[in-house]
């Protein structure tokens, strides 16, 4: 497992705070998650590198954008991507890893809507770079199914959102433990 801070709604300083406590919590590696299309994103990418993470999540926007400076700085990227279109410019420009996200993701969606195990196939069989899967990947089984389709691992993020360690909002993780089907 590899545990990954999400710095979406974090400014620079918080993200900081976050990592420090990530390191003296753990000796293993972690990772962060930046969305490319915020406006302090580089400010994000300067706090990653200088802390020494090794593991760069990118998601909503360009992977080209920082890969230059990532990799001169011995990061792993991966891009979370919603499309083969946009897995295949994530491999073209250097990331290593993709994230194919389906429509079932709790997260930001892209607007072609494809399931976790349409995408997962397009990108196991048109891609070189490893592929995970993430969208409604909530135990076991799911985590399988997707590994029978070729991906070499996944994504999680809302079933951990609601643990105890997380920092959302009490009302909120009761909400998605209480969820039905059709919430």
Not at 89 to 94: F, L
Not at 127 to 152: D, Q, R
Request: glycine share 10%; with cysteine.
């Amino acid at each position: 497992g590899l545990g990954l801070i999400g710095s979406g709604s974090m400014k620079p300083d918080l993200l900081q705070e976050h990592v420090i406590k990530c390191k003296n919590a753990t000796s293993k590696p972690f990772g962060v998650n930046i969305p490319l299309l915020r406006a302090d994103a580089e400010e994000l990418v300067n706090v990653v590198i200088k802390n020494n993470v090794k593991i760069v999540f990118t998601s909503a926007g360009h992977p080209g954008k920082f890969i230059d400076v990532l990799k001169k700085n011995n990061i792993t990227v991966c891009h979370v991507v919603p499309s083969l279109k946009f897995a295949k410019k994530a491999e073209s420009v250097g990331c290593d890893v993709v994230v194919g996200e389906g429509v079932e993701a709790g997260g930001h969606n892209g607007i072609d809507e494809l399931s976790v195990f349409t995408l997962t196939q397009q990108l196991v069989d048109e891609l070189k770079i490893p592929v995970l899967a993430a969208g409604g990947i909530t135990n076991g089984k799911s985590i399988l199914a997707v590994m029978a389709l070729g991906a070499e691992g996944v994504q999680i993020g809302t079933r951990f959102a609601v643990t105890k360690e997380s920092s959302a909002h009490e009302n909120y993780k009761q909400r998605v433990v209480q969820a039905k089907e059709n919430d």
